[in-house]
């Protein structure tokens, strides 16, 4: 169902859903219906042809050697982190302002996570945000590409030396310097919750990298630890992409650059629109091309302009209001410092953040709608 039917406007103007997920997919279901019908009467459900073709094309676009399909974007990261050999008591820097897997994937190691600040226009960790963050027991950097921005993940490993999983859960379709999000990182992890730019019809997930060691590991780890179903080599996982999930993903894989720039153009119709005017937008380092999973813009009075927004019909949330390093199950991970532990960065985003509506269908007249409703107040 479209997220628009779940809209009840409150005035002339037409309601705005904050996805629409409904019409991008309007004229590919046929053929998707018929490869799932496919998938059914071959009767191979676990790692069979379909998976296997999809690893190679996401591999292809993505531009990278390997991609190995899991069963979520959650695993991707905790396998990805197991297959550099992060251990229990080794720290990985996180930023704050994120989702919860962020973090939790790297607890799921035993490791320790430990939080870093955020840019205030990128929203992304930088060099200097991560800085304090490390020490002697620091092992490897989670750079998240949020809300489908890319991170400057090559200065980050030029300026450490450590590896750097990338979390391009939100980015598949971002570039930097020509480089696609996914190939940034030592090691990247996508997400195909059916919400994100390339959207499976359930869980979903896959792991890119380079490097063909980790690349054995991961697809041994995603398998019980094992790589021919006899002999165990690692404590593992039983996390998998299914092949009606990949021969749906197939499909929707070739889309994923004109959905994009449907994206963009959305971002664009809302400059156009004038809603500078009403929030402060955020900016993208030199190079940088964003897929804008998410358009998110600020304003001190938030849950205000929220408020605002719903009653004119048009869906907006804000996102992380509770940043990791203030989630209870997180508070283990602060090194003692309690609410003393400060990233004033992430405290602001937090509480200020606005995600408007977007999609690879957004028009200039949804984003006029939304300018007229902020222009009531």
Known sequence: ????????????????????????????????????????????????????AFEQELAAYVGVRHAIGVG???DALTIAARALGIEPGDEVVVPSFTFYATAEAIAATGAVPV??????DTRNI??????????????????????????????IREAFGLPV?????????????????????????????????????????????NDDELAERVRALRFHGSRDKQ?????????????????????????????????RAGVQAYIDAGLGQHFKLGGAPLGATPAWHLYVVTHP????????????????????????HRQPAMAPYLNGRGGSFELPVTDELARTNVALPISPVFTRAQADEVVAALATA
């Not at 002999?231 to 070739?254: C, H, K």
């Not at 938030?302 to 509770?322: E, H, P, S, T, W």
Request: hydrophobic share 45%; glycine share 12%.
């Open 231 to 263: 002999t165990f080599v690692y404590v593992g996982y039983n996390s998998r992409l299914d092949e009606i999930q990949a021969a749906i993903l197939r499909v929707l894989l070739p889309q994923i650059d004109a959905w994009c720039a449907g994206r």
């Open 301 to 324: 009075e938030a849950d205000a302009k929220l408020a605002l927004l719903g009653a004119a019909g048009i869906q907006a949330r804000g996102y992380y209001r509770v940043p990791l």
């Open 72 to 74: 979520n974007g959650t």
């Open 126 to 155: 930088t060099v200097e945000t991560i800085r304090p963050a490390l020490s002697e027991r620091t092992r490897a950097i989670v750079a998240v590409d949020l809300f489908g921005m890319p991170a400057e993940i090559p200065a």
């Open 165 to 209: 999983i990338e979390d391009a859960a939100q980015a598949l379709g971002a570039s930097l310097d020509g480089v696609r999000a996914g190939a940034l990182g030592d090691i990247a992890t996508f997400s195909f919750y059916p919400s994100k730019n390339l959207g499976a019809f359930g869980d979903g997930g896959a792991v890119t990298t």
């Open 1 to 52: 169902m479209s997220a628009a039917k779940n809209c009840t406007p409150k005035t002339g103007l037409m309601p705005v859903p904050l996805f629409d997920t409904e019409t991008p997919l309007a004229g590919l279901r046929p053929v998707i219906l018929e490869r799932i019908g496919e998938v059914v009467r071959g009767g191979r459900f676990i790692l069979g042809p379909e998976v296997g």
């Open 115 to 120: 939080f870093c600040d955020v840019d205030r």
